[in-house]
């Protein structure tokens, strides 16, 4: 039996009327990526912060392996890293001289810290920049000097929220990689992230998290299995037509349809070919849509099949979606 | 169903004995926070030009126009003092605008997170905000020298009066920490502290003599902080009874602390 790195029983947190976590269970096998999958304000966060002891939970009980995070809160910061959603480093300090705070913080064996700081940057591909002020670093680098700071003390337990938020896809990639590569080295993970394909790729097992409760948690691949492998959008616009072509593929496709207005939405697990036959059937009956998508299934498209409503932001202010969900027009 | 820590790899590279483990945690984060004024030296610049622009108007501006009663000495060396704390005041902001704009960049979230001292980041901002001061104010000393002002007493009343002034702005930094903490954004900090700094500075005996105001001011102006503190530097290194108003600024520097550590305290441990 694998033991678990963490163990989440019933976890309440409440902020005035917002429930940001409404009874959190969650188990976290050691040495695996575990994601927490959900939008905005879904709690995510709140949860990542009460494990890493940064927040006191209200009520349930959380321990990061076997120390419970409101009791031990100093044997729980020995053993974690905690690289957040905004990159939490001093932007006037040189990137070695975050590092070698850190460190110190950390409580480090002083002839230490400037090697491991070294290996870190030279491991982040950071070492050409170790000597320039933090200001001056791109939002990538950034997040990188912010995940080369979590891992200061080698910490056997790393949290990571939202670490590819704002990022560019080749520097998310390249982070990715870095976080498969933590993991080959023993390092247990926990993730949150609002992009299904992140969860995806990096995760063993995902929780999808909605108003602060868990509302699935499984594999991706049991995940995606709802879901399909490729998702289809048609607008097919004027008097009714929607209706009718719902119809037609409704009885000509196997997989699903839905309509949604004006919007027709083919969920498959056949790729491109869905695509081909739906524009004969629709073409067979003098019909052609006025615009089309084809993607693969997003984190609303979890929600949309796990709660019959869309993913929605708890929050004004968020983050501009991230480049994710492929679109390709037709 | 929970694991025991015994494969935790992670201590080998810890120091187990630390004596002094907060001292060291308090070291990291005042020579950060010193790098920051050392690398954006517009910090430091600001805080400099405000005082040395208040010395040149009030020595030769409105200098002239005010008339010391009683004193033996010129206005330049009533003004001087004043100077000092006004500059130590003023410069108490840059504690609340450094510690809001840590809470706004994450700064928090992740020392909430490390096996560092509880105390570490306000005891290390504050000390920083000091070794700041006695830059700006042996600048200032500077400064006053070039336009005239001369010490009456000897070095030991400058010292004195020096090591009042820091301690008071060390009891400021504490008022500001809070304010800082408290609103969590810079541009709040700064807008909230001036209203609050503006009557304390000038009400009072920095500038001119309080027996110029009118009556029902007075006994504000006679008896806040900046004045007491300024009247007791006055005394140290201009003559005169000094023991009166040391000891009451040294009961309004003790108090300041004693009321707004804790609340910076309690609020630092819920600012993430």
């Given at each position: 039996?694998?033991?678990?790195?963490?163990?989440?029983?019933?976890?309440?947190?409440?902020?005035?009327?917002?429930?940001?976590?409404?009874?959190?269970?969650?188990?976290?096998?050691?040495?695996?990526?575990?994601?927490?999958?959900?939008?905005?304000?879904?709690?995510?966060?709140?949860?990542?912060?009460?494990?890493a002891t940064v927040?006191?939970?209200?009520?349930?009980?959380?321990?990061?392996?076997?120390?419970?995070?409101?009791?031990?809160?100093e044997?729980?910061r020995r053993?974690i890293g905690l690289?957040?959603?905004?990159?939490?480093?001093?932007?006037?300090?040189?990137?070695?001289?975050?590092?070698?705070m850190v460190g110190l913080l950390a409580q480090?064996?002083?002839?230490?810290?400037?090697?491991?700081?070294?290996?870190?940057?030279?491991?982040?591909?950071?070492?050409?920049?170790?000597?320039?002020?933090?200001?001056?670093?791109?939002?990538?680098?950034?997040?990188?000097?912010?995940?080369?700071a979590s891992?200061m003390q080698?910490?056997?337990?790393?949290?990571?929220?939202?670490?590819?938020?704002?990022?560019?896809?080749?520097?998310?990639?390249?982070?990715?990689?870095?976080?498969?590569?933590?993991?080959?080295?023993?390092?247990?993970?926990?993730?949150?992230?609002?992009?299904?394909?992140?969860?995806?790729?990096?995760?063993?097992?995902?929780?999808?998290?909605?108003?602060?409760?868990?509302?699935?948690?499984?594999?991706?691949?049991?995940?995606?299995?709802?879901?399909?492998?490729?998702?289809?959008?048609?607008?097919?616009?004027?008097?009714?037509?929607?209706?009718?072509?719902?119809?037609?593929?409704?009885?000509?496709?196997?997989?699903?349809?839905?309509?949604?207005?004006?919007?027709?939405?083919?969920?498959?697990?056949?790729?491109?070919?869905?695509?081909?036959?739906?524009?004969?059937?629709?073409?067979?009956?003098?019909?052609?849509?006025?615009?089309?998508?084809?993607?693969?299934?997003?984190?609303?498209?979890?929600?949309?099949?796990?709660?019959?409503?869309?993913?929605?932001?708890?929050?004004?202010?968020?983050?501009?979606?991230?480049?994710?969900?492929?679109?390709?027009?037709? | 169903?929970?694991?025991?820590?015994?494969?935790?790899?992670?201590?080998?590279?810890?120091?187990?004995?630390?004596?002094?483990?907060?001292?060291?945690d308090?070291?990291a984060?005042?020579?950060?926070?010193?790098?920051?004024?050392?690398?954006?030296?517009?910090?430091?610049?600001?805080?400099?030009?405000?005082?040395?622009?208040?010395?040149?108007?009030?020595?030769?501006?409105?200098?002239?126009?005010?008339?010391?009663?009683?004193?033996?000495?010129?206005?330049?060396?009533?003004?001087?003092?004043?100077?000092?704390?006004?500059?130590?005041?003023?410069?108490?902001?840059?504690?609340?605008?450094?510690?809001?704009?840590?809470?706004?960049?994450?700064?928090?979230e992740r020392f909430h997170s490390l096996p560092m001292a509880?105390?570490a980041v306000?005891?290390?901002?504050?000390?920083?905000?000091?070794?700041?001061?006695?830059?700006?104010?042996?600048?200032?000393?500077?400064?006053?020298?070039?336009?005239?002002?001369?010490?009456?007493?000897?070095?030991?009343?400058?010292?004195?009066?020096?090591?009042?002034?820091?301690?008071?702005?060390?009891?400021?930094?504490?008022?500001?920490?809070?304010?800082?903490?408290?609103?969590?954004?810079?541009?709040?900090?700064?807008?909230?502290?001036?209203?609050?700094?503006?009557?304390?500075?000038?009400?009072?005996?920095?500038?001119?003599?309080?027996?110029?105001?009118?009556?029902?001011?007075?006994?504000?102006?006679?008896?806040?902080?900046?004045?007491?503190?300024?009247?007791?530097?006055?005394?140290?290194?201009?003559?005169?009874?000094?023991?009166?108003?040391?000891?009451?600024?040294?009961?309004?520097?003790?108090?300041?602390?004693?009321?707004?550590?804790?609340?910076?305290?309690?609020?630092?441990?819920?600012?993430?």
């Amino acid at each position: 039996m694998t033991s678990n790195a963490i163990v989440v029983e019933d976890l309440h947190k409440r902020f005035g009327d917002v429930e940001a976590l409404a009874g959190i269970d969650l188990e976290v096998a050691e040495g695996t990526v575990f994601g927490l999958l959900g939008p905005n304000g879904a709690g995510k966060t709140t949860a990542v912060r009460v494990l890493a002891t940064v927040l006191q939970p209200d009520g349930g009980r959380a321990e990061v392996l076997g120390y419970d995070v409101v009791r031990q809160p100093e044997a729980v910061r020995r053993r974690i890293g905690l690289a957040g959603q905004y990159a939490a480093v001093d932007p006037n300090l040189t990137g070695r001289e975050n590092l070698r705070m850190v460190g110190l913080l950390a409580q480090l064996v002083r002839s230490r810290i400037l090697p491991r700081a070294a290996e870190l940057l030279e491991r982040f591909d950071l070492t050409s920049a170790a000597d320039r002020p933090l200001r001056t670093y791109s939002g990538g680098m950034r997040r990188r000097l912010d995940i080369a700071a979590s891992l200061m003390q080698r910490p056997p337990v790393l949290f990571l929220d939202e670490p590819t938020t704002g990022l560019d896809i080749t520097s998310r990639n390249e982070l990715w990689e870095m976080i498969r590569e933590l993991v080959n080295e023993g390092t247990t993970v926990l993730l949150t992230t609002q992009y299904l394909e992140e969860a995806d790729r990096l995760a063993g097992r995902i929780a999808v998290v909605d108003e602060g409760r868990v509302i699935a948690n499984d594999t991706p691949e049991a995940l995606k299995s709802q879901l399909g492998s490729t998702v289809v959008e048609m607008d097919v616009r004027g008097n009714g037509r929607a209706h009718d072509a719902v119809r037609v593929l409704s009885v000509r496709l196997s997989d699903r349809v839905e309509q949604e207005g004006e919007r027709i939405r083919i969920t498959s697990e056949r790729g491109a070919d869905v695509l081909i036959e739906a524009l004969r059937i629709l073409d067979d009956q003098g019909m052609a849509p006025d615009a089309l998508t084809v993607r693969e299934p997003s984190l609303d498209d979890v929600f949309l099949a796990l709660t019959g409503h869309h993913a929605e932001d708890k929050q004004e202010d968020k983050q501009p979606e991230l480049a994710t969900s492929k679109g390709g027009a037709a | 169903m929970s694991s025991t820590a015994v494969s935790v790899p992670a201590t080998d590279d810890r120091d187990r004995r630390i004596p002094f483990g907060a001292a060291r945690d308090i070291y990291a984060i005042t020579q950060r926070n010193l790098i920051a004024y050392r690398r954006v030296p517009q910090l430091l610049v600001f805080s400099t030009i405000q005082p040395v622009i208040f010395v040149l108007m009030f020595r030769y501006v409105f200098g002239g126009a005010i008339t010391l009663r009683g004193l033996p000495y010129p206005y330049v060396d009533f003004l001087m003092p004043g100077i000092f704390t006004q500059t130590v005041v003023f410069g108490a902001i840059a504690t609340a605008i450094g510690l809001s704009t840590d809470v706004k960049s994450g700064l928090m979230e992740r020392f909430h997170s490390l096996p560092m001292a509880r105390s570490a980041v306000l005891a290390g901002r504050t000390m920083a905000d000091l070794i700041r001061n006695v830059f700006v104010v042996v600048l200032m000393m500077v400064v006053g020298f070039l336009v005239g002002w001369r010490i009456h007493t000897n070095v030991f009343g400058l010292i004195s009066g020096a090591l009042l002034v820091m301690l008071f702005a060390y009891a400021m930094s504490w008022v500001f920490a809070t304010v800082g903490l408290a609103v969590g954004d810079p541009e709040t900090a700064q807008a909230a502290a001036f209203p609050v700094l503006a009557p304390l500075v000038f009400a009072s005996s920095a500038f001119v003599q309080v027996e110029s105001m009118p009556a029902w001011l007075q006994v504000f102006a006679r008896n806040q902080p900046v004045s007491v503190t300024v009247s007791a530097v006055r005394a140290l290194v201009n003559g005169g009874p000094t023991a009166i108003y040391v000891e009451h600024s040294l009961a309004w520097c003790i108090g300041i602390l004693v009321v707004f550590a804790p609340i910076a305290v309690r609020l630092y441990r819920r600012a993430v």
